[in-house]
C-alpha cells in the first residue's frame, strides 16, 4: 500500500477556491490511479474525481463537474484537487486514495486512503 497525506483544507466563504493536495510515499505513484472522495457529517463517503496514471484522463462526480479539477504531478509523487466556485454543500472530509483500477470510481476499488483534510464552506 501507498501512504498518502492530504493538505490545504482550510474554512473559506461561498464563491471561494481551495487547492488541495495528496502527496504519495511512493515512487510507484505512476502504478495509481488516483482519486478524491468526500464525506460530509451523517452522510456516506461521495465519490468527487479521478485521475488516471498518466494524467491523460479524468472524471467527475456531476455535482462538482465545471467547478473541480484533479491534476496530478508524478514527478512529484503528488496530486491535485482544485476547487473553484464552492457551496456550502461542498463542506465535507475530502481524502484522496489510490487504485490499481483503470479510472475506479467506487470506494471498495482504493486500496489506500488518507486521513483527509477537512473543507468548510461558509454561507
Known amino acids: 500500500q501507498v501512504q498518502l497525506v492530504e493538505s490545504g483544507g482550510g474554512l473559506v466563504q461561498a464563491g471561494g477556491s481551495l487547492r488541495l493536495s495528496c502527496a504519495a510515499s511512493e515512487r510507484t505513484f505512476m502504478r495509481y490511479a488516483m482519486g478524491w472522495f468526500r464525506q460530509a457529517p451523517g452522510k456516506e463517503r461521495e465519490f468527487v474525481a479521478v485521475?488516471?496514471?498518466?494524467?491523460?484522463?479524468?472524471y467527475y462526480a456531476d455535482s462538482v463537474k465545471g467547478r473541480f479539477t484533479i491534476s496530478r504531478d508524478n514527478a512529484k509523487n503528488t496530486v491535485y484537487l482544485q476547487m473553484n466556485s464552492l457551496k456550502p454543500e461542498d463542506t465535507a472530509v475530502y481524502s484522496c486514495?489510490?487504485?490499481?483500477?483503470?479510472?475506479?470510481?467506487?470506494?471498495?476499488?482504493?486500496?489506500?486512503w488518507g486521513q483527509g483534510t477537512q473543507v468548510t464552506v461558509s454561507s
Open positions: 485521475i488516471s496514471r498518466s494524467g491523460t484522463t479524468t
Open positions: 486514495a489510490a487504485s490499481e483500477r483503470f479510472m475506479a470510481t467506487i470506494g471498495a476499488d482504493f486500496s489506500s
